[in-house]
């Protein structure tokens, strides 16, 4: 199993923060655009006075090894659920994939930290888990690496996105 916490500076306040993340059309263009998925859709968004909830479909692209291509399949998407308390703003979610989805575990939570007056850090914490004899670790460390690089190029599309809607 692999635990890892990533974070990264995103030049604007916190509420800003959270609208931007919870965007429909943000969350469109970031994984379409910038994250180069085939696909992804919004399945549901709710907001109360308490909770956000999200449920997602994503087609990311995928760059495996070899055996990994071959045990994922040509057709690999996952469904996110996500969730956050609006007393704690703390987003969690956890990660089904379409396949293996009884042997692998992608979840995590997500919060933010003022640094400044124009200013967060975003800290991930995910855990990612492949329970597949004899490439459970390389399921694993793909995994990782390929959050690893997602996230990290989400931080200049929000900038960017931040830039052109006058929120940055």
Known sequence: ????????????????????????????????????????????????????????????????????AKLVGSNFSYIEDGKMERADKIWTWKVTPSSMADKVRNEGSLRIEPIGDNKVRRIADLVVEAKVFGVGGMIESTLEKQLREGWEASVPFMHKWLAAHGAA
Not at 7 to 16: F, G, P, Q
Not at 35 to 57: A, H, M, N, P
Request: aromatic share 12%; net charge negative.
């Open 1 to 68: 199993m692999a635990k890892f916490t990533l974070t990264h500076e995103i030049n604007c306040d916190a509420d800003t923060f959270w609208r931007i993340f919870l965007d429909q059309e943000y969350n469109k263009k970031l994984y379409l655009e910038g994250l180069g998925f085939s696909g992804y859709e919004i399945l549901d968004q709710r907001e109360t006075d308490t909770t956000v909830t999200r449920k997602v479909k994503g087609t990311p692209k995928m760059n495996l090894p070899g055996p990994l």
